[in-house]
């Protein structure tokens, strides 16, 4: 009896001296850009945002006192239903507070910021196709936005959603809709 319980301490003891890991697990994030383009979902194959840096605004020319801002450049890039190739870049601001946050829209605010560009290609009809290209429709300004509504701070990712109104360069009359954007845990990085 007494060998049991000696038996039982000394194993106690030896339990007690390993080491207890733990190990770390790894999250993967992949991260997602979709929207509808003229009612057709169309989903990205690769998308990079960078944090540029800060910028002065003027919103008048004749001023000499402007607001600075934290300028982004969002670049996305796929295929069209044909096999075209298809890129969207959006250049925006949102105010400096430490964080990207912030709806960007035509009219820029102090609160929220602006979008600065946005221009989308697009080789409509296949491969080997010429490139349309459209910019943003200025007189759609309720309908354009940029919205960065979460950012991970930690893992240096961002997500929201968006609807841009643009027209073609070439016909000013032709303008399609990219509703419905979103995008979750877009990695961003600093210059």
């Known amino acids: 009896m007494k060998n049991k319980y000696l038996f039982f301490l000394l194993l106690l003891g030896v339990l007690s001296c390993t080491d207890n890991q733990v190990d770390e697990i790894a999250i993967r994030r992949n991260g997602l850009v979709e929207f509808s383009l003229d009612n057709i979902p169309w989903r990205a194959s690769s998308f990079q945002l960078i944090n540029i840096g800060e910028v002065v605004v003027f919103e008048d020319p004749s001023n000499v006192e402007g607001t600075i801002y934290q300028r982004l450049f969002f670049l996305i890039k796929g295929h069209n ?9 959006v250049i925006f601001d949102l105010p400096v507070s430490g964080r990207l946050l912030g709806k960007a829209s035509l009219a820029y605010s102090q609160l929220n910021g602006g979008i600065k560009s946005v221009e989308f290609s697009d080789q409509a009809e296949g491969h080997n196709s010429p490139f349309k290209l459209y910019t943003l429709a200025i007189d759609e300004t309720a309908e354009v936005f940029i919205d960065v509504q979460r950012q991970s701070l930690q893992d240096k990712i961002v997500a929201g959603v968006f609807k841009l109104v643009l027209t073609d360069v070439t016909d000013p009359a032709n303008k399609i809709s990219l509703n419905e954007g979103v995008f979750k845990d877009i ?4 210059l």
């Open 81 to 89: 239903e044909k096999g075209g190739d298809r890129k969207l870049t």
């Open 187 to 190: 990695p961003y990085t600093e």
